[in-house]
Nanobody
Framework: QVQLVESGGGLVQAGGSLRLSCAASGLTSSNYAMGWFRQAPGKEREFVAAISWSGGSTYYADSVKGRFTISRDNAKNTVYLQMNSLKPEDTGVYYC????????????????WGQGTLVTVSS
């Protein structure tokens, strides 16, 4: 059974930083990209960042490029999202999932989601 547990969210002022973590367990595949997605109030969930299995390749939504950094520790089955220079529009619930790249962009590879972690950026 796949389990994704996100943590590290909180309330921060604009310009501040947060580091999110996602612990994954029960993944049967040994080679998968991981991604972060977010859902702002009243909006659909959207792609934020993805990282290859080796960690050698990273991908970002244009809205977070240069501010967010995704990384992973395969020994700990954990993926991270370092968020700097946060803006009010970064507010939302952040989720992790395995990820795959489609012609239209990055999407979640698993249908199951964790509970997410709430990030609130005040102006």
């Amino acid at each position: 059974q796949v389990q994704l547990v996100e943590s590290g969210g909180g309330l921060v002022q604009a310009g501040g930083s947060l580091r999110l973590s996602c612990a994954a367990s029960g993944l049967t595949s040994s080679n998968y990209a991981m991604g972060w997605f977010r859902q702002a109030p009243g909006k659909e969930r959207e792609f934020v960042a993805a990282i290859s299995w080796s960690g050698g390749s990273t991908y970002y939504a244009d809205s977070v490029k240069g501010r967010f950094t995704i990384s992973r520790d395969n020994a700990k089955n954990t993926v991270y999202l370092q968020m700097n220079s946060l803006k009010p529009e970064d507010t939302g619930v952040y989720y992790c999932n395995t990820a795959r790249r489609e012609r239209t962009g990055w999407i979640n590879a698993l249908s199951a989601w964790g509970q997410g972690t709430l990030v609130t950026v005040s102006s």
